[in-house]
């Protein structure tokens, strides 16, 4: 599923073309993951697009009322990828792929399309008011955004895995599998380990590694494991330099032991046994250096003598 890098590049790429073209007419095919297909019809074509974001994993087009309704209020279509979904700007004559569902064709002879093959994305209109609700009242912080301060606040008292954490679309947006495997691995924290338990120098450490791999990711246009491209069509590159994710069984970059999976948080999650120890595993190596250090200490009578 595209995450924060990917989606962050999709935007980027949008941002350099939409922004100040209009929507001159709507075509859709299937329609299973669109809201309300006769109201995204009906109310986009006439619309001039203003603006791109994004928020977590959604991608949020802004447009301005038609010019002959003034009085209408700036409205969103909010797209989410899903698992294979992609927007990308073709021109009108090119051939559509065979799952292309959603055409937005633009002023300037070009289209907007959106091409899914499993179709779990979504699509959706909402009004401006509606539209903030949607993500500042639900989502939680954006990784990229996020102080030091506010990330130990928002995990250091929670006694869940940190992995199951990092996936929380409420606690932080935007991270998925990859990025959550990627961040554990360079911060050397094993993903089964409690938040609670990891304390604010883990936790720090963790900020840091998480928003240097998101930012590398991004600059490297995202990972395309199978369906990924970006708003051109081109993959990503990241997935070249995956340290853990996916990589079962082929040796750590840092430490040279085999890269292990298990599952956490009801998730596949990737970590080297060695660099990224247990919780179990390091109390126990905690428990054995303890005995060792008294089998090794004198007793007083030994002492004595």
């Known amino acids: 599923m595209p995450e924060l890098p990917e989606v962050e590049t999709v935007v980027r790429g949008l941002r350099a073309v939409l922004p100040g073209r209009t929507i001159v007419g709507v075509r859709l095919g299937k329609t299973d993951f669109i809201d309300d297909p006769a109201l995204l019809a009906e109310s986009v074509p006439g619309k001039r697009v203003v603006s791109i974001a994004r928020y977590g994993k959604f991608i949020d087009i802004a447009f301005d009322p038609a010019a002959n309704s003034p009085e209408a209020e700036q409205f969103h279509l909010i797209v989410h990828l899903g698992m294979t979904g992609r927007l990308v700007v073709r021109d009108a004559a090119e051939p559509a792929p065979k799952h292309a569902h959603a055409f937005f064709e633009l002023d300037d002879g070009r289209e907007l399309r959106y091409v899914d093959s499993r179709r779990f994305g979504r699509m959706l209109v909402l009004d401006g008011a509606a539209a903030a609700g949607?993500?500042?009242?639900?989502?939680?912080?954006?990784?990229?955004?996020?102080?030091?301060?506010?990330?130990?606040?928002?995990?250091?008292?929670?006694?869940?895995?940190?992995?199951?954490?990092?996936?929380?679309?409420?606690?932080?947006?935007?991270?998925?599998?990859?990025?959550?495997?990627?961040?554990?691995?360079?911060?050397?924290?094993?993903?089964?380990?409690?938040?609670?338990?990891?304390?604010?120098?883990?936790?720090?450490?963790?900020?840091?590694?998480?928003?240097?791999?998101?930012?590398?990711?991004?600059?490297?246009?995202?990972?395309?494991?199978?369906?990924?491209?970006?708003?051109?069509?081109?993959?990503?590159?990241?997935?070249?330099?995956?340290?853990?994710?996916?990589?079962?069984?082929?040796?750590?970059?840092?430490?040279?032991?085999?890269?292990?999976?298990?599952?956490?948080?009801?998730?596949?999650?990737?970590?080297?046994?060695?660099?990224?120890?247990?919780?179990?595993?390091?109390?126990?190596?905690?428990?054995?250096a303890s005995r060792k250090r008294a089998r090794a200490k004198p007793s007083p009578a030994k002492r004595g003598r």
């Open 134 to 288: 949607k993500f500042h009242g639900v989502l939680g912080a954006e990784p990229l955004e996020i102080s030091a301060a506010d990330f130990r606040a928002r995990l250091s008292a929670r006694r869940a895995r940190i992995k199951a954490l990092l996936l929380d679309q409420h606690v932080l947006c935007g991270i998925g599998n990859i990025y959550a495997d990627e961040s554990l691995w360079t911060a050397r924290i094993h993903p089964a380990h409690i938040a609670a338990r990891l304390g604010a120098e883990r936790l720090d450490e963790l900020w840091r590694a998480m928003r240097g791999v998101l930012r590398h990711a991004i600059k490297m246009r995202g990972s395309s494991i199978s369906d990924f491209v970006d708003a051109d069509g081109n993959p990503g590159s990241y997935q070249q330099r995956h340290c853990a994710y996916d990589r079962e069984g082929e040796p750590c970059p840092r430490c040279g032991t085999a890269i292990r999976r298990a599952m956490v948080a009801g998730r596949s999650s990737y970590f080297c046994s060695r660099c990224q120890p247990a919780p179990r595993a390091k109390r126990r190596a905690r428990r054995d």
